[in-house]
Every structure is written in C-alpha cells, then in structure tokens.
C-alpha cells in the first residue's frame, strides 16, 4: 500500500524557516518524481514544487522562488521542503504527492500544516 | 504566470449531471487532471489525461477535451460527489503545474 506521511508543520514567526519532510512507502521512491502542493485556509489548491527522481531537476511556483528548496533522499525513501523566509502567505497545508507516470498526482499524504504569525 | 480558470460554483439536483468546466490557454497542449477534495480530506484524482479515469473512480465520472476548455462530467450525480473539484494541468512547456482556483459542487 502506498503511503506519504508528511511532518515537520508547526507555528513559526515571520521571516523564520522550516524543514518539512515526508516519508513514502510501498513504493519504489527513487522511481518516481515527487511534488509538494500546498492549500490555505478555505482556499484551493496551489502547486508549490517538484523534484525529479535523482534530483537532477527541480521547479517551484514563482511565489516560493529563491526561498524553498526541494530535495530527496532515495535512500531513505524520504521528501523534503526547507522553507525560508517565511511569509504569512506560506500558511497551509502542505501536501506531499507523487507524480503518477501517467501525470497528475496519483497518491497524497494527509499533509502538515505550517502556520507563519508572530 | 499562467491561470487555469473554473467556475466558483456547480448546483445539480441528486440523478442529473454536472459539468464542471476549466480553461487555460495552454490546454490544446497539456493534459489535464481532475481532483475531488471532501473537507478535510486529501485529494483524490478522478480524471488523468484529460479522459483516463483511475481504477476504483466510479464510470460517472468522465473527462472531455476542446480547444481552451476542459470539463468534468459526472453522470447521476449522488449525494457523495458533493465536493470540491479541481482541474491542473501545466504550462505551454510543461515545466510549470498549475491548479484551477476550484469549484465547490453542490447536490441539491
């Protein structure tokens, strides 16, 4: 069974940082290209990052640009987001999914919330 | 940046159909992909590939493809379709994925 179980959310201060990570399992890891998506209170869905599956590409959303990085550890079957710089406008729910081969986003994890307020 | 555009809201009474529609400039282009999202829930992909539907999607769910605009449809609506849906698809060169703002469902 396919598992992503996300952690590392939590309160944090404007202009603080954050490391998120998310745990996959039940699937080979190192196979796929996995993303971060996040989701504001009441708001939708926004697309935040990805990250090729030997971690030789890397794409965010202008709005993370220059303060988020994605990375990977296919040895520990493991995803992660450091988030710098964090604004008000980071606080989410932060998702973490697998990109199918197909395309889209196949399997979710449950998500951590991150809130940015002082 | 590119703008993936969905109608706020969709009503249909239990039995009818919903359409639920998304248009971004890129579309003839990209794939679309269809999500359902219950509160406080995850995402669920409903529809790959602008018409693909996932193992264990019901058949009342379908996707179509014209030009510009993409749409959901659901077939004899339930009550447990009430949710929201979300279109996402990429940019004219693929790198960048983007989701529509959502539209709420609501059975009547």
């Known amino acids: 069974e396919v598992q992503l179980v996300e952690s590392g959310g939590g309160l944090v201060q404007p202009g603080g940082s954050l490391r998120l990570s998310c745990a996959a399992s039940?699937?080979?890891?190192?196979?796929?290209?996995m993303s971060w998506v996040r989701q504001a209170p009441g708001k939708g869905l926004e697309w935040v990052a990805n990250?090729?599956?030997?971690?030789?590409?890397?794409y965010y959303v202008d709005s993370v640009k220059g303060r988020f990085t994605i990375s990977r550890d296919n040895a520990k079957n493991s995803l992660y987001l450091q988030m710098n710089s964090l604004r008000a406008e980071d606080t989410a729910v932060y998702y973490c999914?697998?990109?199918?081969?197909?395309?889209?986003?196949?399997?979710w994890g449950q998500g951590t919330l991150v809130t940015v307020s002082s | 940046s590119y703008e993936l555009t969905q109608p706020p809201s969709v009503s249909v009474s239990p039995g009818q159909t919903a359409r639920i529609t998304c248009s971004g400039d890129?579309?003839?282009?990209?794939?679309a992909y269809w999500y359902q999202q219950k509160p406080g829930q995850a995402p669920v992909l409903v529809i790959y590939k602008d018409s693909e539907r996932p193992s264990g999607i019901p058949e009342r769910f379908s996707g179509s493809s014209s030009g510009t605009t993409v749409t959901l449809t659901i077939s004899g609506v339930q009550a447990e379709d009430e949710a929201d849906y979300y279109c996402?698809?990429?940019?004219?060169?693929?790198?960048?994925?983007?989701f529509g703002g959502g539209t709420k469902l609501t059975v009547l």
């Open positions: 996402q698809s990429a940019d004219s060169s693929g790198t960048y994925k983007v």
């Open positions: 999914a697998r990109d199918s081969f197909s395309g889209g986003n196949d399997y």
């Open positions: 990250i090729k599956q030997d971690g030789s590409e890397k």
């Open positions: 039940g699937f080979t890891f190192s196979s796929y290209w």
């Open positions: 890129a579309l003839p282009k990209q794939y």
